[in-house]
């Protein structure tokens, strides 16, 4: 069945998502393919997807709040399909400013298991 007639597989993680995988509005509207999954792999944080659209349309990038679920055969969004091509175009990624825990009074592993809660509970 094809990933807009609902059969999108099972769960998998972004680790094992692969460029070409359909993307879907959050009302099942195909709206492209992967076209790169960004991540710090090192770190397990998911920072989003490109999407291109193909036809000569540009890339966009979908934010990881963004991404509702990844599966084996599409990944569906949280944005509907009248609002995704509000979706900004990937640009590079800032430089990364690094942070001693200690000025901030909670250590790495504390953000980490905060930002681990808060995906698992839907606040992020």
Avoid at 6 to 31: C, N, R
Avoid at 52 to 76: K, L
Avoid at 99 to 115: H, N
């Amino acid at each position: 069945m094809s990933p807009t007639g609902g059969d999108l597989g099972d769960p998998i993680s972004y680790l094992v998502l692969e460029e070409g995988t359909p993307v879907l509005s959050s009302d099942g509207a195909q709206l492209g393919h992967v076209a790169h999954v960004l991540a710090d792999e090192q770190d397990d944080i998911f920072d989003g997807i490109v999407i291109a659209h193909g036809a000569g349309r540009p890339e966009t990038f979908a934010d990881a709040y963004q991404v509702a679920s990844i599966h084996q055969r599409g990944v569906t969004l949280t944005v509907p399909a009248s609002e995704a091509a509000e979706l900004p175009r990937p640009s590079p990624n800032p430089a990364a400013v690094r942070v001693d825990p200690a000025d901030t009074g909670r250590s790495s592993l504390e953000d980490k298991l905060r930002r681990a809660w808060d995906r698992l509970s839907g606040r992020s």
